[in-house]
Every structure is written in C-alpha cells, then in structure tokens.
C-alpha cells in the first residue's frame, strides 16, 4: 500500500525527469551516467571503472547497514534518477526488491531505462553468505561485471571503462598476491569471527573460520551457542578471536577475559567510506590485523 501510494507521487517526477531538457548546458545539469549503488566497496568498484564519466552515488546513508535497511521515500526518487542500479545480491539487499519493482512501474511510463546490475552474477554462493567483496579474487569477477553494464549503459565509453578496469582489477590481482604471501607467514590458520562474513576470503586463501561468535545478522547469540564458541575455541586451542569493527564488542571482550585470548578487528566493509581506494585499504588492514 505504502509504495503503490508512493508511485503515484514519484510519477510526477520521474515524468519530468524524463523529458530531456534542451537547456542543460545552460542550467548546468550533467548529462553524465548516473549510477547508484547500495554498498561503499560496490562504490569503489563503480568509481574506479568510471573515473569521472559517471556520476557515482551510494544509496545507503553513511553508517546504515545493509541487512537489516529501512528504505524510504527518498530512496526510491534515487533509484529513478539512476540509469545504472548496482547491487551486490546473494541475499544482502532483500529490502531493495520492493523499490526496483516501483521504480521500474514509473520508469516504464516514461522513456527511461533503469539497468539493475547484480554483482554477485555467476559466483558460486557459500552457504548464503554475501560477502563476497571481502576476498579480491571474487571482488575481479564482481568488477568484471560491473564494468559490463557500464559498456551496456554507456556504450561511447566503453574504451575506457575496459581500460579503467583493467587497470583496477590489476590492483586487485596485485593485492591478492600480496595477501597469499602474507598468510604463508601464519602458523596457525584457523580462527574465529565475530560472524561468518569471511567464507570467500577464508576458500580463496586456505584459511578455516572454525566459529562465529554471532550466528545470524542482526540477532543476539544464545547462551548455547557462546558455550559451543567456547567449547571450539578451546579444542582448537585458538589465542586469537577477531572482533568486528561495525558491531558491539561486548561478547567478544567477555570471551577474551574468560579465555585469555587477545582480541583483533576485522571489518566486513559493509558501511565506509565512498573512496576509489578505500576497499583495497581496508583489505590489507584486516590482513595485517
């Protein structure tokens, strides 16, 4: 009901968004793609592909989670306004299909396209796990798919948005070698996480997460479940546990004291910043952590 009413309203304006505007040059407006996307590491992609032929915009407000997102009327305006939608998938963004849907009734009335880009097209999925940015092998493919919308939506520069990417899935292909040579440094492979967000990292790179202190986004482990954290933690003999930097430190402050463990942060980089080289950044922080 919400959103029917909120097409109708958002009709408007989409129609006169639609009607191309002979006096842009004057007024100011761009006339460059405009691209949005739901996540800062799907911004660092988008931005590195498209240096500045596109204008880049992250859906999200700086510090909202993608899981659990209330969207709003201001969202689905954004949506229209874009040509290119760019989202991660694998079940991250469940709150967005709704918008996509009422977005698409309103751009259908008018003569403008709306292109939903799926970053996580032709991945194979681990147990339902969406992080799949957080390991640069799989981050080239979400690139690499992304760059192909962009050569669809914006087929005059397609020259340089395969150059752009190239030179970023370089970057990327230098930072997972960096990685490999890291954790061949480390005696011990195995850890535990504050959640399971780091299945892709922990394949690509022979690595074992033999617990998640926090089961589900977004929801309190049970004491039964923090018994059985414990019980592994113990007869893996683990001395580390990796916090994560967006969430609450309580629980896993309270394992360390009981167990003695030293406590590091991992970042899953689902909030940040809206930076070109902010992702491959983080990337080598939670490495080197």
Not at 66 to 91: C, F, R, T
Not at 201 to 210: A, E, H, I, S
Request: glycine fraction near 4%.
């Amino acid at each position: 009901m919400f959103f029917s009413a909120l097409v109708l309203c958002v009709s408007l304006y989409a129609c006169q968004r639609s009607a191309p505007s002979k006096g842009n040059d004057r007024t100011g407006m761009s006339s460059k793609l405009k691209v949005l996307t739901t996540i800062p590491p799907l911004y660092s992609f988008a931005k590195n592909i498209t240096g500045d032929a596109a204008d880049v915009e992250n859906l999200l407000p700086s510090g909202a989670g993608p899981h659990e997102y209330a969207s709003s009327p201001a969202d689905l305006k954004k949506i229209i306004s874009a040509q290119v939608l760019i989202k991660n998938g694998a079940g991250l963004e469940t709150w967005l299909d709704s918008l996509i849907a009422s977005a698409g009734e309103v751009t259908r009335s008018g003569d403008k396209t709306l292109i939903v880009v799926d970053a996580s097209s032709g991945i194979d999925i681990i147990n339902n796990d969406p992080h799949i940015w957080l390991s640069p092998k799989k981050a080239v493919h979400q690139v690499k798919n992304i760059r192909d919308a962009m050569i669809k939506a914006d087929p005059d520069n397609a020259e340089l948005y395969i150059r752009n990417a190239a030179q970023y899935i370089g970057r990327l292909e230098t930072l997972d070698l960096e990685i490999q040579d890291e954790i061949r440094r480390w005696k011990k492979k195995e850890f535990v996480a504050f959640h399971s967000a780091f299945l892709y990292f922990t394949r690509d790179y022979g690595l074992r997460q033999v617990a998640a202190i926090q089961e589900f986004p977004d929801k309190q482990p049970t004491p039964r479940h923090i018994a059985d954290v414990l019980r592994v933690i113990k007869d893996t003999e683990i001395k580390i546990i990796f916090s994560d930097s967006q969430f609450s430190h309580k629980i896993v402050e309270s394992i360390a004291r009981d167990l003695d463990l030293r406590v590091l942060s991992l970042d899953t980089l689902e909030t940040g910043e809206l930076h070109p080289g902010w992702c491959e950044n983080m990337m080598r922080k939670n490495v080197a952590a």
